[in-house]
């Protein structure tokens, strides 16, 4: 079993930065992928960025070139780094692990609004 717990969420202003932690706790030997999705009310969670265990990195189209995902494999943790936020990124962002099955956190609310 793996526990995920984030944080970091918060309001931001429009064009304002964010970062988003992620750390994973119980039995992570084995983890290969890590990452973050989202998902506002109505609609399917998104993936927005993934990160294999070698480091290779995916982005969703509409983050790219804003949003930077990163990982430290010492401490199983995986960070979200958000920049030039819009409206449309308000959502509840989850964390996501991959080992043999996903795994889920409980989900940070971003909210972007003036």
């Known amino acids: 079993q793996v526990q995920l717990v984030e944080s970091g969420g918060d309001l931001v202003q429009p064009g304002g930065s964010l970062r988003l932690s992620c750390v994973a706790s119980?039995?992570?030997?084995?983890?290969?992928?890590m990452g973050w999705y989202r998902q506002v009310p109505g609609k399917e969670r998104e993936m927005v960025a993934v990160?294999?265990?070698?480091?290779?990195?995916t982005y969703a189209d509409s983050v790219k070139d804003r949003f930077t995902i990163s990982r430290k494999y010492v401490t199983n943790t995986v960070f979200l780094q958000m920049n030039s936020l819009k409206p449309d990124d308000t959502a509840v962002y989850y964390c996501y692990c991959f080992k043999n099955v996903p795994y889920w956190g409980q989900g940070t609310q971003v909210t972007v609004s003036s």
């Open positions: 990160i294999s265990s070698t480091g290779a990195a």
């Open positions: 119980g039995i992570v030997l084995g983890i290969r992928s």
